[in-house]
């Protein structure tokens, strides 16, 4: 059996109620994961406390200076504010029925390179982490914390928690979508789900999607490929994973669109009730996505709903 992607979560949080929701799917999805190791709180001082604490009081030059006055001020800060915040957070992770190991760290710094930072030193194989529902161009300008981890990482999975929970029978994830296209960032992502239906409980139907570019399908035909039976050879090798992975073949569906791409999988996930959507990515910048064109960048910024996984190679 392949290890537990889950055996190890960061979960990096901020004071909105953004990641508030995603600290409570993070409990909800790992009190029904099999074989769980630890969850480990992370959130980044940013220097606007020290901003804060400097309008308020009348200090001399010379404390400015001052190292050791300084650090007092960051100690009192991570006792009066952080710890509490975090100790909600731990909280929150309890009453959803997280029974495992919960660590708590913070440190200051850039909130994106930091949590870059962290996950690699720390080896964490799984990050979740909240959302803001900006657009693709807004985040990129901005500088959007979640979309700056996920083009970072690599060989990481990066759930970006949606706008909107789900509960049944406290699994977060009950009907889950992975479009596929046979590439191995595609089948990395399926691979991902495979390990996920096998530890986590409560899953109902997980869907694989094949959308057939309506762009290219006169040029294979032209070269002697049938597009449609493609599609469902894909689909097949797909399928297989899970049923070798003793998953029940009632819980599986497959299903082939034609048309665009990141079209045809928004539609479909528009027109479903989905709770989590796994896709790989290639290993292109944000702005190249946004030139492009990228599937998951699209999926990920226009559906703000449900769940998005970003399984990294």
């Known amino acids: 059996m392949k290890k537990n992607p889950f055996y190890k979560v ?10 508030m929701r995603a600290v409570h799917f993070a409990g909800l999805l790992l009190s029904n994961c099999e074989s769980l190791f630890e969850v480990t709180l992370f959130h980044v001082i940013t220097s606007k406390y020290l901003i804060d604490f400097l309008k308020s009081v009348h200090l001399k030059e010379k404390d400015l200076k001052d190292y050791e006055f300084l650090k007092k001020c960051k100690e009192k800060h991570i006792k009066e504010s952080i710890e509490p915040l975090l ?14 190991t ?4 913070a440190e200051e710094g850039d909130p994106g390179s930091k949590i870059i930072e962290f996950a690699k030193e720390e080896n964490f194989p799984t990050i979740i982490m909240a959302r803001r529902g900006m657009s693709e161009l807004k985040c990129i300008l901005l500088g959007s914390v979640s979309t ?9 999975n990066i759930y970006i928690v949606g706008q ?13 979508l992975i479009p ?55 689909l097949i090798k797909g399928k297989n994973s899970f049923l070798k992975a003793g998953i029940p073949e009632e819980s599986i569906e497959t299903k082939i669109r034609v048309g665009v791409p990141a079209e045809e999988i928004i539609m ?9 959507i796994i896709m790989g990515r290639k290993g292109r910048s944000a702005l190249k996505d946004l030139v492009v064109g990228g599937v998951s960048s699209a999926v990920l910024n226009r559906c703000i709903e449900p769940t998005v996984a970003i399984i990294n190679l």
């Not at 919960?102 to 760290?105: A, G, M, T």
């Not at 700056?148 to 990481?156: D, E, I, P, S, T």
């Not at 596929?180 to 109902?204: R, T």
Request: hydrophobic share 35%; with cysteine; glycine share 4%.
């Open 10 to 19: 960061l979960i990096p949080v901020d004071r909105s109620e953004h990641s």
């Open 87 to 100: 100790n909600e957070y731990e909280n929150t992770l309890k009453n959803a029925g997280f029974k495992e």
């Open 102 to 105: 919960i660590k708590q760290k």
């Open 148 to 156: 700056k981890v996920a083009y970072a990482l690599k060989n990481q």
């Open 164 to 176: 909107k929970i789900t509960e049944e029978n406290n699994c977060p994830i009950p009907y889950i």
């Open 180 to 234: 596929v296209d046979g590439s191995e960032y595609s089948m990395q992502a399926l691979e991902h789900a495979v390990c996920l239906a096998g530890f986590v409980k409560g899953i109902k139907k997980i869907t694989i999607l094949r959308v057939i570019n309506v762009s290219l399908y006169l040029e294979k035909i032209r070269h002697g490929i049938d597009p449609e039976e493609e599609a469902k050879e894909i």
């Open 268 to 276: 479909d996930i528009e027109e479903n009730k989905y709770n989590l």
